[in-house]
């Protein structure tokens, strides 16, 4: 009975996790043919080695994924991309397992520490400080950042991962992010060079003249290139300031279509708003209004966006204005008209820029170290705490038995005796 009972306390656990992460607004709620229709693709016997057709896929996608299937549909989509692209990259890592990972060391873990609290500060999962959220998103990044050594931990992968593990569990979350950073390539943006997303910046700028010209050129006027304000949105996939019902759709459309859905959906968006943009006539209101209030899209507005993403195709483009950017970039180097004066000039403003860049990279680590020597004791202080708990309820098992065995040793006195039985032992406090 024991034994059933644990077993029936974890599945309640389980599922008041799951109402727990699942808490937010759904977008494109499913009908129940739609549903049902997914049902039967997970329920397919053998399905991780059945190509479906893609169009039923797209199709089932755009009418909507149900909430509470989000996380194994998610799965299914990325079994189908393995089987269209049987050879992996050159680029896959290791294929260590996650528990060996989680026995590692990191020398990222100050930095996975400080953005715990940051990411979804107000959800209820993640909320509580070192609570169950908390520490499963510590695991997935941890084991992260030993198995990709060349990006580590980067700040914005705790908002995609989190994403994850509102879907899933801590174990298959950590594979879906391997499966996003490797297979979909979204790791190129997280290296420490950050060059992928310079490019993704003049992509999205190039997209912008050709689609929206008259938006482009008030953003020229200004002087506001896409990495003023885009730039989160791609290290993040829009999860640190869009809402996560949002969020969760645009995830369904990366795990069906790719990377390039982060570029639909940021073009989408500034071309829904243009009209009020356009309204905007300096570099603070314009900034302003596209990271602050933008993002408070209403339903109406995040439907649109996504229906837009879904019949919008750049993929050629893309392709064009990546080696265009190569290309300009060549032609400035071979260029260089500045003189050695000039060249010392732009390299002093540059070192003093870096170094006082670099002064408050300390200020903030020392906070953070601070911080993060707090946490230590909280957590030695519990677990101290959590160790007298259990020597003290070992204590009382001990005495419980003993009272019991000399209950029974008074009953069969009394027994042999024929006198009236002893009183019982009281029961314990439930607490014990």
């Not at 909507?64 to 989509?77: M, S, T």
């Not at 990191?106 to 953005?115: K, N, R």
């Not at 008074?410 to 406090?429: F, I, K, M, Y």
Request: proline residues 5%.
């Amino acid at each position: 009975m024991e034994k059933e009972n644990q077993k029936l306390q974890a599945s309640e656990n389980d599922l008041l996790n799951k109402r727990l992460k699942l808490d937010y607004e759904e977008i494109t709620p499913c009908l129940k043919e739609v549903t049902t229709v997914w049902e039967k693709m997970l329920t397919t016997p053998g399905r991780s080695k059945i190509k479906f057709d893609m169009e039923k896929m797209h199709s089932a996608v755009g009418q909507g994924v149900p909430r509470h299937h989000r996380g194994e549909i998610w799965k299914f989509l990325a079994e189908q991309y393995h089987l269209k692209h049987p050879f992996p990259s050159k680029q896959q890592p290791k294929d260590t397992p996650y528990k060996e990972l989680l026995k590692q060391l990191t020398s990222h873990q100050h930095a996975i520490l400080i953005d715990l609290g940051r990411t979804f500060p107000t959800h209820p999962y993640f909320s509580a400080q070192l609570g169950a959220g908390q520490l499963s998103l510590y695991n997935i990044l941890k084991a992260y950042s030993l198995l990709d050594q060349e990006v580590g931990y980067c700040q914005g992968l705790s908002f995609v991962a989190g994403i994850l593990l509102l879907h899933m569990g801590e174990e298959e979350a950590f594979n879906m992010l391997k499966f996003l950073m490797f297979d979909v390539g979204l790791r190129k943006q997280y290296r420490p060079d950050m060059i992928i997303l310079q490019i993704q910046m003049y992509q999205l700028s190039r997209l912008l003249h050709d689609y929206h010209r008259d938006l482009y050129n008030h953003l020229e006027e200004h002087e506001i290139g896409p990495s003023l304000y885009a730039a989160p949105w791609f290290l993040t996939v829009f999860a640190s300031q869009f809402p996560l019902g949002f969020v969760a759709r645009v995830f369904d459309m990366i795990f069906l279509q790719g990377s390039e859905v982060i570029f639909k959906v940021a073009l989408s968006l500034l071309g829904s708003h243009k009209p009020l943009i356009l309204q905007h006539e300096n570099l603070e209101t314009i900034v302003d209004f596209i990271k602050s209030t933008l993002p408070n899209l209403g339903l109406v507005q995040m439907e649109k966006t996504i229906s837009q993403v879904f019949v919008m195709d750049i993929s050629k483009q893309l392709q064009a204005y990546e080696v265009e950017y190569h290309v300009l970039q060549e032609e400035l180097i071979d260029s260089s008209p500045l003189s050695d004066n000039r060249r010392m000039d732009r390299l002093e403003k540059t070192n003093s820029s870096l170094r006082k860049q670099n002064l408050d990279l300390l200020e903030q680590l020392q906070v953070a170290n601070g911080r993060i020597q707090s946490l230590e004791t909280t957590i030695e202080k519990l677990l101290t705490s959590e160790s007298k708990l259990k020597q003290a309820t070992l204590a009382l098992e001990l005495e419980r038995s003993a009272l019991l065995r000399t209950v029974e040793r008074l009953q069969g006195q009394t027994a042999e005796l024929g006198g009236p039985e002893p009183d019982p032992v009281p029961p314990e406090p439930a607490d014990h």
